[in-house]
């Protein structure tokens, strides 16, 4: 007979990764905002350290789970949805890597090999699983698809400082190429089919991620500002726009983990425009960087008390969620 706990463990879902993606993207935008104004807040150290902390813990718990009920796992795997939150691992390595490299430098390359290299299996195996389906739809089709995508996109960001330049050409092409083929199928699923169900309406913001992260890695590949890096920033800027048009919809939507998906696009945001002020100088960018920092960190707050709450009441890992 299963136990309560075990039931629980069988429900503890992958998405939860999306969390440190949230605290790994607060910790660069702080990083990145005391940079800016030449401020040392103290504050990177404590963020990087509650990051570790929350994807130790979430890393020992489902690693559990894979040891005491691998079929939930395997079912996981096999979920139109729930797959493509897989590679929020090794995309959460990959933004650990890019956060310690200022705090401990020695731990940058050896995270940022092991978060590259697990995307990488993560990312042929989803694509495989897309490519030779036997039960996917079109409603299945939602802006989580983006995910393995968009971890392709930060490779270059710390790989280039590390010297591994056609490393990051490689993951940078691949992001791109997708970025584009999978807009194109979620727009046409929007436009022209159902609507999204509501509990993944939160996933919407993570169509800014990809041109703001491809902005970013870009700029750092090729060392300046140039017109399709303009083309990628304001993509971003405009689907943030677009979004906080919709802000009613998404305040009346009962709270799901899904609600992390608000976090790290509005992190991709700031970073992106605190590098846009460096690039050209222009004192608006600094002022839209630091509105979206401050939101960001209202948001993440927010996320944190809302999922304790949640967990504490047994609101998560039941199942239907």
Known sequence: METASSSRLAHFPVSFFAMVMGLAGLTL???????????????????????????????????????????????????????????????????????????????GEPLWILGTTLHLLFTLYVMNVWIHHEHLQIHHMNPAWFIPAVGNLLVPILGVSLGYTDVAWFFFSIGILFWIVLLTIVFNRMLFHHPIEAHLLPTLFILIAPPAIGFIAYVKLTGGLDPFARVLYFAALYLTLLLFTQIGRFFRLPFALSWWAYSFPLAAISLASFLMFELTGQVFYQALATGFLVLLSAVVVFLLLRTLLAVSRQGICVPGH
């Open 29 to 107: 935008a702080w990083e990145k905002a005391q940079q800016v104004f030449a401020r040392d807040l103290g504050l990177t150290p404590w963020l990087l350290g509650l990051t570790t902390l929350v994807f130790a813990s979430l890393l020992l718990i489902y690693a559990t789970k894979l040891v005491r009920q691998p079929q939930a796992v395997v079912q996981e795997l096999r979920h139109p949805v729930k797959l493509n939150f897989f590679p929020t691992i090794s995309m959460s390595l990959i933004l650990l890597a890019n956060a310690s490299a200022a705090v401990q430098p020695v731990l």
